[in-house]
């Protein structure tokens, strides 16, 4: 059971290299969500799609773009990297209310 | 705007202590809560959900309360081992509106467990 699986695991890139980050689930879920996670500053939302054909903004979605290719994919797209752009990015599902399940993790430098 | 907050940011403790996280939320009109735990470098694992109607939720030494009207949850760790050192989140999922179903977390509280 594979649960949420993120690739590619760790990213260097060039500024102004673009990139996609995939992310896919099994578990036949609704939903499916961007975070990303920096020191001091948490867990922050990029981009969610509350179901298949649906993406909304979260509270940080300058500089990304996302597809809900399919029910189990939901790719996140830097089109042109910044340094500020260097973090951790999380995928996660669920299927409505319920908890969340999370993948293990891109790491992203950008030089 | 939702807020989450995780207090304290960071705690030590020595072996076989009883612990308590804390959490707190600005607006109590959410569905659920979660908690998590993130080892260094490593992705979100589930510890606890709490459905809105529950009060508490119990998994082995772990016990999770919740409370809507004040805007509080906790994670009560019993008998701690040095393998319980990791960071603990707690999220929110929104109830109403546009985001619905989506997650809101505080910035986390990280356990030391010294043996």
């Known amino acids: 059971n594979a649960g949420v699986t993120q690739t590619p695991k760790f990213q260097v890139l060039k500024t102004g290299q673009s990139m996609t980050l995939q992310c896919a689930q099994d578990?036949?879920?609704?939903?499916m969500y961007w975070y990303r996670q920096d020191p001091g500053m948490g867990l922050r939302l990029i981009y969610y799609?509350?179901?298949?054909?649906?993406?909304d903004k979260g509270e940080v979605p300058n500089g990304y773009n996302v597809s809900r290719l399919n029910k189990r994919e939901f790719s996140l797209r830097l089109e042109s990297a910044a340094p500020s752009q260097t973090s951790v990015y999380f995928c996660?599902?669920?299927?409505?209310?319920?908890?969340?399940?999370f993948g293990q993790g891109t790491r992203l430098t950008v030089v | 705007k939702q807020e989450v907050t995780q207090i304290p940011a960071a705690l030590s403790v020595p072996e076989g202590e009883n612990l308590v996280l804390n959490c707190s939320f600005t607006d109590s009109a959410i569905y659920n809560l979660q908690w998590f735990r993130q080892d260094p470098g490593k992705g979100l694992t589930s510890l606890l959900l709490i459905q809105s109607s529950q009060r508490e939720q119990t998994s082995g030494r772990l016990n999770a309360s919740l409370d809507k009207s004040s805007g509080r949850s906790t994670l009560y760790i019993a008998a701690s081992q040095p393998g319980d050192s990791a960071t603990y989140l707690c999220a929110v999922i929104e109830g109403y509106g546009g985001s619905q179903g989506n997650l809101i977390f505080g910035k986390g509280t990280k356990l030391s467990v010294k043996p």
């Open positions: 578990m036949n879920h609704n939903s």
């Open positions: 996660a599902s669920k299927y409505r209310v319920d908890g969340a399940f």
């Open positions: 799609s509350a179901s298949e054909g649906t993406t």
